[in-house]
């Protein structure tokens, strides 16, 4: 018995999406590893300076990968290119668990990034351009929720090996092994899913294009009327892109392009400004000030992890309800809020003097679980949601690449500065996150149309359409009116002619396309 469409769908992102689960973990294991005294012992006791190298190196990998992954992506399918990325992790979570020297250790984590920022930026690539549009932002959110399902996974594992293993080779090496094994399944069986249909129609491929449509929305029917509604829309709006310039020719040379590339870049790189890399990476520092042992600290990583988890199961479940505006500025708020009182609890009760109690070393936990859910709920999830909904087929896996870069630069940024900035500023150091989280809230109210519900196929018409300054227009649709229209065979395109479609049951055509049976047409009407 076939699944359900939507539900088969999902099942496809959710594949795509182990990529994430890589990358979470890296990020949460990272904090227990450069701590570990073994690894410590390995690594010739290593400066702040090389410490903070060792969490950035894999962030320059990721900055590294972009590039590469979207032109792999375009040249030879989504598929392809997640393999490749799955791959390259591999080859990176080899050299680091088998580290024998800083050298040896540094390569692995590069190669690790270099497979994690291409898979960040493949996995919400690939899952919007298979998507039902009703439950887009659910499929594309998923990055950060599996992304949450691997720190969650790291947090336990530090603490456990640090609980049981402390003082061993096993306590920093079974950590850094075990982040291999979702990567496998990942790289030897991506190519036996659905490819992009969309990516099938950029290379002429129209008939598989309808096979893969029809496979992910409509149990393999390729003469549902939903399927040849997205098909002709996809068709026409290629033909509107095929008329400018390809690649990255077409992203600068138009103003609405470069708009949607900076708000993607602008999104991204705001994702590091609210204080979440400095968490994830040096919790045993930033909780330390209180006072807690590494032991306490892995442990409160681990709750803190089940709460994000939360926080992402909250956003997959709504997001497509909610829509992607508002939870971006409201979770962009309580993010700095929480940072502000977590900032002023550290300046009054410090560990070292005399006002210090417990009571406060446990309100800056619960600000810091908090600020937690709230980064999980909207601000993660979405910046990665967004970026690959704004662009159009043309551009969209090289203009995701631009913006992901612009997160892997701001993450090296706070991977490379935050010991430093710890050690010689202290707590005035989070001031920069508490004011970083109310100046995202003000920039998205002000540049960030709402794009729920809508196709990627509209989404150009939609952005032309949409002031520069959106914090006093109504950006939203109905939903359900647009996914209705769709069932009917109504078609959406700027500049492509003919623009509306609707069904009828005529002859065995579809805007020149063959069916195998006596269905619908798409006609003008």
């Known amino acids: 018995m076939a699944l359900p469409p939507k539900l088969y769908t ?20 990272i904090a227990g590893v450069i701590v570990a005294p073994d690894f410590l012992r390995v690594t010739k006791n290593p400066s702040s300076d090389y410490i903070g190298f060792i969490v950035s190196s894999m962030l320059l990998g990721a900055l590294v990968g972009c590039i590469p992954a979207s032109l792999i992506a375009d040249s030879f399918s989504r598929r392809f290119a997640i393999m490749v990325g799955a791959i390259v992790f591999i080859l990176g979570g080899v050299l680091q668990t088998a580290a ?4 040896m250790m540094m390569a692995g984590r590069f190669f690790a990034g270099v497979g994690i920022g ?61 982040q291999i094994a979702p990567a496998v399944p990942l790289a030897f ?35 549902d009327v939903f399927v040849r ?7 026409a709006q290629l033909a509107v892109e095929k008329g400018t310039a390809s690649g990255w020719g077409e992203i600068f040379n138009s103003s609405q392009n470069i708009r949607k590339v900076a708000i993607g870049v602008i999104l991204q790189f705001s994702v590091q400004m609210t204080g979440v890399a400095a968490i994830q990476y040096y919790a045993p520092e930033i909780f330390g000030a209180f006072g807690y042992s590494n032991n306490r600290i892995f442990l409160l990583q681990s709750i803190n992890s089940i709460i994000a988890l939360a926080g992402e199961g909250a956003c997959v479940l709504f997001v497509d309800k909610l829509g992607r505006r ?24 410090p560990a070292d003097s005399p006002r210090f109690s417990s009571a406060a070393g446990g309100a800056f936990i619960a600000m810091i679980w908090i600020f937690n859910f709230f980064f999980s709920a909207g601000i993660g999830p979405l910046s990665w949601a967004v970026p690959v909904e704004l662009l159009n087929t043309n551009i969209r896996a090289k203009g995701t690449a631009l913006t992901s870069m612009s997160c892997w630069i701001a993450n090296f940024m706070i991977g490379q500065v935050t010991p430093k900035a710890l050690e010689s500023v202290g707590w005035k150091y989070y001031i920069l996150f508490a004011v970083g989280g109310f100046s995202n809230a003000l ?14 196929e509209e989404m150009d018409e939609f ?13 939203s649709i109905n939903t359900k009116e647009r996914e209705e229209e769709l069932r009917r065979g109504v078609v959406h395109v700027q500049g492509a002619q003919p623009d509306i479609y609707e069904t009828s049951s005529t002859d065995d055509k579809i805007d020149g396309m063959k069916t195998s049976n006596h269905s619908h047409d798409l006609e003008k009407h």
Request: hydrophobic share 50%.
């Open 443 to 456: 920039t998205f109210w002000l540049i960030l149309p709402e794009t729920k519900g809508r196709t990627l």
């Open 100 to 103: 024998q020297n800083q050298g």
């Open 463 to 475: 952005m032309e359409n949409t002031p520069w300054i959106v914090a006093f227009h109504n950006t």
């Open 118 to 178: 291409m898979l960040s930026m493949l996995a919400p690539l690939y899952q919007s351009e298979i998507a039902h549009p009703s439950i887009r932002g659910r499929l594309t959110t998923l990055q950060q929720f599996f992304l949450g399902i691997g720190a969650l996974i790291a947090s336990f594992v530090v603490y456990g090996t640090n609980l049981h293993h402390h003082n061993t080779v096993f306590e920093w090496r079974f950590p850094l092994g075990l």
């Open 326 to 349: 508002w939870p971006l500025i409201v979770c962009n708020a309580m993010a700095g809020a929480c940072f502000a009182v977590a900032t002023a609890l550290q300046a009054i009760y």
């Open 189 to 223: 069986l991506i190519m036996l899913f659905p490819e992009s249909p969309r990516w099938l129609m950029s290379k002429g491929r129209e008939e598989e294009a309808l096979r893969s449509l029809a496979r992910l929305h409509a149990r393999g029917d390729t003469s």
């Open 229 to 235: 509604a997205e098909l002709a829309e996809i068709k």
């Open 10 to 29: 999902w099942l496809c992102g959710c594949f795509a999406a182990l990529g994430s689960i890589l990358f979470g973990y890296d990020l949460g294991v």
